[in-house]
């Protein structure tokens, strides 16, 4: 059984002016197979959340820490978190020029699990993946998500999820910008990675409505670079009801 535990993080950020405290002391812990919504108004701190357990240059950790399995997720560099089992589906995912979606897959798998997959089952694994995220077999041999329209980015990041079975994942607004069958299909790939592989899920959302398709196990409330209050999905169906006027009066806003 593995878990992903965060325990009294502070975080800051490097900006042009200076160290800014965003994190305030996290406390959250994931277990196998659960899926975690994480919901609160825009500069709250959950994209920080998100880099800080990828392990992204920017972001300094004041204190606290993020264990996987009790080992210290902090003492990692980027590569060795994932090939310890992370993953981050990025709210604005980047291009990357010059490397194609399948070279970039069989690289990142290929460090992810210290050897090359065989190339038959590869390419069948990688086809199955695209069948099912209905990607049309043209996007494999174009460059990582250059011109891609932002739906097409969000399924190039499940697809990533699909194929590189991490333990845990954090979802940064994959939700976002799509379409309501975009928003099925991505929604359903979630839920294949958490039935085939036990995934745990970090879903950091704005809108309720991605939880009609993806059932949370529990329902966060982040504000102000802390969790607020945690409760399960009746909790979500209230925020989208009450806004976060009720977390906010007191917090250190902007
Ligand atoms: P959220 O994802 O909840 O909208 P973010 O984590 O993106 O919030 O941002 C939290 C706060 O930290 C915001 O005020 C944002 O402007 C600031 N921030 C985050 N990253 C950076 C950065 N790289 N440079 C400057 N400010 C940043
Ligand atoms: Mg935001
Ligand atoms: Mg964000």
Do not use: C
């Not at 975080?11 to 002391?25: F, Y």
């Not at 825009?42 to 606290?64: C, D, F, M, Q, R």
Request: hydrophobic residues 40%; aromatic residues 6%; glycine residues 10%.
């Amino acid at each position: 059984m593995s878990v992903l535990e965060i325990k009294d993080l502070h975080v800051n950020v490097e900006t042009d002016q200076g160290a800014k405290k965003i994190l305030r002391g996290v406390d959250l812990t994931i277990n196998e197979g659960e899926i975690h919504a994480v919901m609160g108004p825009n500069g709250s701190g959950k994209s920080t959340l998100a880099y800080t357990i990828a392990g992204h240059p920017k972001y300094h950790v004041e204190g606290g820490s993020i264990l996987l399995d009790g080992v210290e997720v902090l003492d990692m560099s980027v590569d060795e978190r994932a090939r310890a089992g992370l993953f981050l589906a990025m709210q604005y995912p980047v291009e990357i020029p010059g490397v194609t979606n399948t070279n970039f897959l069989r690289t990142a798998k290929t460090a992810i699990e210290g050897e090359a997959p065989s190339i038959r089952h590869w390419i069948k694994d990688v086809r199955t993946a695209m069948d099912a995220l209905r990607m049309d077999p043209s996007f494999a041999e174009r460059n990582v998500n250059e011109g891609f329209s932002g739906g097409e980015k969000k399924r190039n990041e499940i697809l990533q999820l699909e194929l590189l079975k991490p333990k845990f994942a954090v979802l940064d607004e994959t939700d976002s910008g799509l379409d309501v069958d975009a928003l099925k299909i991505v929604s359903e790939g979630v839920n294949r990675a958490k039935a085939n592989t036990g995934l745990g899920i970090v879903l950091i959302t704005h809108y309720t409505r991605i939880l009609r398709y993806i059932e949370p196990n529990f329902v966060h409330v982040f504000v102000n670079g802390r969790i607020a209050e945690q409760g399960g999905r009746e909790l979500a169906d209230r925020l989208e009801d009450e806004g976060y006027d009720r977390f906010l009066t007191g917090a250190n806003v902007g």
